[in-house]
Each structure stands twice: as C-alpha cells, then as structure tokens.
C-alpha cells in the first residue's frame, strides 16, 4: 500500500534529517576549535521500485560528506611554535598511549592533523593542544641538510650549544690603487710600498714582522678588518688583518699580501705580524691575475691560542684593485664560522618549516624541519578526536612531501561558516517537520479507510 509506503518514506527521511541536524550540531559546536573541519551530509535517494507507468515510495539514506581538503583561514599567533599550512597537506603526529617512568609512551600509528597550535611540553616535544606530538626530520649541525628521510618525533635537545672553532673566514674587499699609507707620498716614486729595505736590519723576506719593526709596518700597510673568532672551548680570538702592496708592475701586475697580528705582546725579534704567504696580483683592469678565490692560513695563532688551518673565502673575483679616493681598503665582507658555547633561549619556526633554536651566543640553529604528509583522497580520511585523522584504505597510503606551505606564527582555523550553518539548520528543521507531516497525514487516512467498513 501507498500509504505504509508514505509512512516508510518519511520516517526514512526524518532519519536523514536527524543525522543532519547531528552534523549541524558537530560544526557550530567545533567552530572554534583550532584545525576542525566540518562534516556536510549527502543525500541519495534509494528507490524501490520505478517504471514509465509505475513509482513505489523509496526512501533517503544521509552519509556524512567530509571537508577534510578545504582550508579555514590563516590567523596569526603570537606564539613563534605555532604553524599553520596554506596549501594542500598535513602534519604528521604521534599520539600519547601512557606514562612510563614519568615520561610519554607513543603508539607507532602515524597520525595527521591541521591543528598546528604546537608548544613544547617539559620532555621537549612539540606538542599541539590535543596532544598530539610533532614529527619531522633532525637537522645534521654541520651541513644543515635532514638527516634521513623517515620522520620521526621532534624532540628538543635542551642541552648547551658546543663551541664550534674558527675554520673559514668569508672576506670581500677592494685594495686602493694608490695606497694612501702614513709614509706615502705622491712626488716619491714606490714610497707606499712596504719594501725589505725599510726595515734595519734588513729583512731576508715580508713572512715575519719583528716587534721591533712594527712601527715600520704599520707605517707603510692599512687595516684590513678586523674580526672576532672562536677557538675550540669557545675563547674568543680578536684576528686583525693587514694589507701592505708590494710591487709595482708596469702596466699592471701590482702584487699586495696580507698580515695578521699574531701576537700582542711581542718583544724583541719574535714575530708580531705574519704574512699569510699568499701573493695577490692584479691586472691593469683591478682584476686578480691569477684568480685567487680563497686561501688557508696554516696554523692561524693569535696570542697563543691556535685555531688551526683557517680558509680564508673570497668567493670569485671578490678582492679587487679599484682606484679610491681615500685610499684605504674598503672591506665589504668579513664574517667567520665559529661561536661560542650558548645555552638555548628560545625556539620558533621559520618560514621554509624548520625548527630553529636561539641561544645564548646569539646563534640561530636549524633543529629540525616539519614533514608534510599529503593523501590521494583526503576527505576519505578516518577522523579522531582532537582534529585528527588517521589513514583509510579509501583515503590511501600518506604521501611525504606535500605541495603546501607552512606559514609561521599562525595557526588554520575552523573551515565551519556559522551563517551557512545556521541556513542549514532552518532548511533541515523545516525537511524535518515536513516529514512528520507525512506521517501523521498517513496515520489520518489509514483510520478514514478502516472506518469505511463501518
């Protein structure tokens, strides 16, 4: 009969409603919970029977239709852990199954989330605020490359920063063409060079300044820069450069070295001042002839503290002889590798996804770098409490390296529209007390056909 058929109808769609006023009631409620993603409902129709001529009543099956790909703003926080992703992609977190020796025991499920409001709890994980920890790849100190490709948990170390000792100095500059040392002079021909007959007793070579000839030196060489390095325990190491031309070739090919002050406190015939030994010469257009991109200053010592062998980079091309109106080297780059031992301060993460760790020396370390997992069909993921989701044969295997970008400072909120919720809701309330309609009409007209037998 038509009528049951009604009846069957409509109680199947004030189910359908009824699932849908459940996922109305999940969004509004999660509309601020950081990294939700609401759940809409599809409906199809399921249908008993239909011809040209013929129509039996069906019925209405609600399936959740999950947003799990749409993204909800990007708001910014003041927190420097806290991250969100614009672009496809998740993260790949860990979830807490116990505490064993006042320390967290973590399932070996990976996890993925949206939800990126991450801090640092006390054993020095990131975790977010439904307790899901971080995973990424550790950060070799040396290269600053991932070490590996298989995340895994990131946990900061908060012990001391080791000292790192000076081994490479970055050094750019231009050397004037007519050096305006204290002894040069104009109408003196070859007066600003720094000659072995200006010292007496003569030098057999520029390798080694005695103190009693530094005067001499200083006199006929200009500073070059000065700039602090780090030996291996941390000591600071103040290395003061020098450069002092040579030789004037016709046409070109003026030759300079460069010193470094290797001991404050000299006396007598030892030396102060060393040459590094390396020859720079230039052409008639400034330029070095041969090229000299860097050079090592073998067992660079400074007061006593040896740092060892130290190269000394220019880069290409990048010491030049350019005429200068003041006639003084002109240094644009100097810069070294060492630091001394720091204590961590602060830790934050950077615009290319990367936990950077701040410490005490001033030193900004790369730590670890976030991993983004992404998946075939993500709104076919498994949703879990805590904005999480975990993988379904349907959603497929996680795919690392995602396409989006992890914005620092900020965090993805709820993708929930409460204007759109609550339109939602009126229509399914309205869906809703039709369908009862139905059912009490059909009730009515099964009582008025059993009558007629009376």
Request: glycine share 10%; hydrophobic share 40%.
């Amino acid at each position: 009969m038509s009528f049951f058929g009604s009846m069957t109808t409509a109680l199947s769609g004030i189910r359908a409603q009824s699932s849908a006023l459940g996922h109305i009631s999940d969004n509004i409620a999660n509309s601020q919970t950081i990294g939700f993603k609401r759940t809409d409902t599809s409906f199809s129709d399921i249908v008993t029977a239909s011809t040209s001529r013929n129509h039996l009543p069906g019925a209405v099956l609600a399936a959740p239709s999950f947003t799990n790909s749409v993204q909800g703003s990007i708001d910014a926080s003041e927190v420097p852990t806290h991250m969100a992703i614009n672009g496809e992609g998740f993260f790949i977190v860990s979830s807490t199954i116990a505490t064993l020796d006042n320390r967290p025991v973590f399932d070996n499920v990976n996890y993925y989330t949206r939800r990126g409001d991450f801090a640092m709890d006390k054993h020095g994980y990131l975790v977010n605020g439904a307790g899901y920890a971080l995973q990424g790849l550790a950060i070799d100190p040396v290269t600053g490359n991932p070490v590996g490709d298989t995340p895994g948990r990131i946990q900061i170390d908060r012990d001391f920063l080791a000292a790192r000792t000076t081994s490479s100095i970055s050094y750019t500059a231009n050397l004037p063409a007519w050096p305006q040392t204290v002894n040069a002079d104009a109408g003196v021909a070859d007066s600003e060079l720094l000659t072995v007959g200006r010292f007496t007793p003569p030098l057999a070579d520029l390798d080694a300044i005695p103190a009693s000839g530094e005067d001499i030196f200083l006199d006929n060489s200009l500073s070059g820069g000065a700039i602090t390095g780090y030996d291996a325990l941390g000591a600071p190491v103040n290395i003061q450069l020098r450069w002092a031309k040579v030789d004037n070739g016709a046409g070109g090919g003026d030759e300079w070295n460069l010193f470094y002050k290797t001991d404050d406190a000299a006396a007598g015939a030892q030396d102060k001042w060393l040459n590094i030994s390396q020859s720079y010469a230039f052409n008639a257009q400034g330029r070095l002839d041969p090229a000299v991109d860097s050079t090592t200053i073998t067992a660079l010592t400074v007061n006593g503290i040896n740092l060892g062998d130290v190269t000394v980079n220019h880069g290409a091309s990048n010491i030049t002889q350019f005429q200068s109106n003041g006639g003084t080297v002109a240094v644009n780059t100097i810069d070294q590798n060492g630091y001394p031992s720091g204590e961590l301060v602060s830790i934050a993460v950077s615009e290319n996804g990367r936990i950077v760790g701040t410490y005490s020396n001033g030193k900004a370390v790369d730590l670890a770098e976030v991993s983004l997992a992404k998946f075939n069909a993500p709104d076919k993921l498994k949703k879990l409490d805590g904005t999480a989701f975990a993988a379904t044969q349907e959603s497929g295997e996680a795919i690392l390296g995602a396409g989006g970008d992890i914005i620092a400072s900020a965090r993805e909120a709820s993708n929930v529209d409460i204007a759109d919720e609550f339109s939602k809701l009126i229509v399914t309330q309205q869906a809703y007390t039709a369908g009862t309609r139905i059912v009490t009409t059909a009730d009515e007209l099964i009582r008025e056909t059993l009558n007629m037998k009376r």
